[in-house]
């Protein structure tokens, strides 16, 4: 991911306005991130490590976020980033005050009860199925969770090239 760039936006006059985008994760050091936040950000691209640490030190304060997106969203909503995933929602306003965007090539049935705590109720859920000729793409085991075919909606079997997002976007939940 690429967030070096510069980015803009229309506002309500129709002129372009700069938008600030800092990229925070582990592997460099820790202070030239720390310089990059100095003034906020608009969009705050963040690795859960990197963004805790800088959380813990009140160099990030998270408590003013319109939107969070999580990419690779079964990753993050598994055990193993428990820990990780809770201490960054205690640092942001609850569900019903922001717009929750959670994006999963696979989405295993096991993680969207999870899931649907961070959502609000009006939030909608849209499911992609990807397919490559006459055999349908979803038919496989990306998961790693044994599904047996492509599934259906509702069914829990997320396989190969099936692509959820779930978020607000201003539709009623079906």
Request: glycine share 8%; hydrophobic share 45%.
């Given at each position: 991911l690429?967030?070096?760039?510069?980015?803009?936006?229309?506002d309500d006059t129709s002129r372009k306005v700069p938008l600030k985008v800092?990229?925070?994760?582990?592997?460099?050091?820790?202070?030239?991130?720390?310089?990059?936040?100095r003034g906020g950000a608009?969009?705050?691209?963040?690795?859960p490590g990197r963004l805790l640490e800088l959380i813990e030190s009140e160099a990030v304060l998270l408590s003013e976020t319109s939107t969070l997106l999580l990419d690779e969203?079964?990753?993050?909503?598994?055990?193993?980033?428990?820990?990780?995933?809770?201490?960054?929602?205690?640092?942001?306003?609850?569900?019903?005050?922001?717009?929750t965007l959670l994006f999963s090539a696979t989405f295993p049935y096991a993680s969207r009860p999870k899931a649907a705590r961070l959502?609000?109720?009006r939030d909608a859920t849209v499911r992609l199925r990807l397919s490559s000729g006459d055999?349908?793409?979803s038919d496989g085991d990306a998961d790693g969770e044994g599904s047996e075919g492509g599934g259906s909606?509702?069914?829990?079997?997320e396989g190969n090239g099936a692509a959820e997002a779930r978020g607000a976007m201003g539709q009623p939940r079906r």
């Open positions: 690429d967030v070096s760039g510069r980015y803009s936006t229309a800092v990229a925070l994760h582990g592997g460099v050091p820790y202070e030239p991130q720390r310089a990059a936040l608009a969009v705050l691209v963040a690795t969203a079964d990753r993050l909503l598994s055990a193993a980033f428990a820990f990780e995933l809770e201490s960054v929602l205690k640092a942001l306003p609850p569900p019903a005050a922001r717009q959502l609000r109720d055999r349908d793409a909606e509702g069914d829990g079997s």
